[in-house]
């Protein structure tokens, strides 16, 4: 994931995760999400870095 998600927005994905583990009868304990956030400049799509590619997608 890009940097700059919301604390918000990051919360929605644990929660929505976690939620289809539990769904498929996993037990919340065993379930862990890490979010890894990597800014746009270090990350690369085909030639494009994803600053360049991306430049007005903003973070929700």
């Known amino acids: ?30 379930v862990e999400v890490v979010i890894h956030e990597i800014p746009k400049e270090n990350w690369g799509i085909g030639r494009e870095l994803a600053s360049e590619k991306f430049k007005e997608v903003k973070p929700p």
């Open 1 to 30: 994931m890009w940097s700059g998600v919301s604390r918000e927005a990051k919360e929605r994905i644990v929660k929505g995760i976690a939620r289809v583990f539990e769904e498929l009868g996993i037990p919340l304990h065993a």
